[in-house]
């Protein structure tokens, strides 16, 4: 009789199964290549937030350690509520939506021009100009 374990694994679980704890949208499998086998790791679309990255190594070993280190700075950062919350604090829920917009725009506005000021700075400059007419 089959071990329930084998039995258990479908085509993506095979693939996964060789490396425990693979993060999700990441797969790794072999290829063959005129130099030898190689191992190929793929990040999907969800785990990069943009396009599919495809990277080859020796061993299964070098794809371990490059998903667990390098492959990490590429992983999209959804910005769940909660992560923004524990992120930002509550201070961030105290806005509005016209608001957020509002420092948005604001921030590209000065990007922009090509002022290096922050948000801050240039409200600062327009509270401290003596004459400057607010409307």
Known sequence: MEN??????????????????????????AIQKPTGTKWRVQLG????GGRRVTHDVSSIQAAKKWIFTDAQKLKADPGSLL??????????FELSSAQINEAVAAFKRLKGIGI????????????????LTLG
């Open 45 to 48: 679309k969800r785990f990069t």
């Open 83 to 92: 992560d923004l919350k524990a992120r930002a604090g509550s201070t961030v």
């Open 4 to 29: 329930e374990n084998q039995r258990a694994l479908t085509p993506k679980r095979t693939k996964r199964a060789a490396i425990a704890d693979l993060p999700e949208n990441v797969s790794v499998f």
């Open 116 to 131: 290096g000021m922050t948000l801050t700075e240039a409200v600062d400059y327009a509270i401290n100009t003596p004459g």
